[in-house]
């Protein structure tokens, strides 16, 4: 568990953008959407709902990877529409399950499709935080060869967040994979260079350095453990934190 650090306010950061990967949303099944999981998560983001302005981005690994289908013969443009559209489902799902919650929320795409969501214009997103809303935007970048991390922290220089929140099945950032070999040593703090120095696997490359040119601090969790975004979003709990050294 981490100590609080000094020299960050966590009570001071308004706006949050959420960036969730697609996988945490399978929960119990193999592929695709667990609905109990969906609710746990939208549950969380409508507690921390209450104190912040929410962003979202989430991926669409859990039932399309661009890259994965490049690697097996898709055409790679083809195969990240496919994974952008992959993004929209996802955006949709936790839009229904965080209305449950009675908490106000728009989809948002890169991607025009209006009978479904609405278009990105960053004047209409932040129009929507102003009303009290949740925001979830969807579709990446709308662009291929961008992952949604990229998209992310894109967004979030948009918006004017404060912080990047990563949610993912790992409760921060590790010298080594914490699931191949027990010697894995945590970070509670680390920079954006030696993220990017070291091959940290917790975002591409353009994702972090994005977020370092913008001095975007991001703190990574498990969006897995109950109640987490809550927890982490006052400073505690198991997190680590990317910021400039």
Same mark, same amino acid.
């Given at each position: 568990?981490?100590?609080?650090l000094p ?47 929410? $962003?979202? /981005?989430?991926?669409? *690994?859990?039932?399309?990877? +661009? @890259? ?83 998209a992310a ?7 004017? $967040?404060? /912080?990047?929140?990563? *949610?993912?099945?790992?409760? +921060? @950032? ?22 990017l120095s ?48």
């Amino acid at each position: 568990m981490n100590k609080l650090l000094p020299h960050l306010n966590f009570k001071s950061w308004k706006r949050i953008m959420l960036k969730l990967s697609g996988e945490v949303l399978v929960g119990k099944k193999k592929y695709g959407l667990d609905p109990d999981k969906l609710s746990t998560i939208a549950l969380d983001i409508s507690k921390v709902y209450k104190h912040k302005e929410i $962003c979202i /981005v989430v991926g669409g *690994g859990n039932i399309f990877r +661009g @890259v994965s289908g490049a690697a097996k013969g898709i055409d790679r443009v083809t195969a990240d529409g496919m994974g952008m559209l992959a993004t929209v489902i996802n955006a949709l799902a936790l839009q229904n399950a965080i209305e449950k919650n009675n908490v106000s929320t728009r989809v948002l795409s890169a991607i025009p499709m209006q009978t479904i969501c609405e278009p990105f214009i960053k004047r209409r997103a932040i129009r929507h935080l102003e009303k009290g809303r949740v925001i979830i935007l969807a579709a990446g970048t709308g662009n291929p060869y961008f992952s949604t991390d990229t998209a992310a922290t894109l967004r979030a220089a948009e918006m004017n $967040c404060d /912080v990047i929140f990563k *949610g993912t099945s790992v409760d +921060g @950032v590790y010298d080594s994979d914490p699931n191949k070999s027990n010697k894995s040593k945590k970070y509670s703090k680390v920079s954006y260079k030696k993220v990017l120095s070291d091959n940290l696997k917790v975002m591409d490359s353009s994702a972090i350095t994005l977020a370092r040119d913008n001095n975007i601090p991001m703190v990574v969790f498990s969006i897995l453990e109950n109640k987490s975004f809550y927890t982490v979003s006052k400073g505690k709990g198991s997190y680590t934190l990317i910021s400039e050294e």
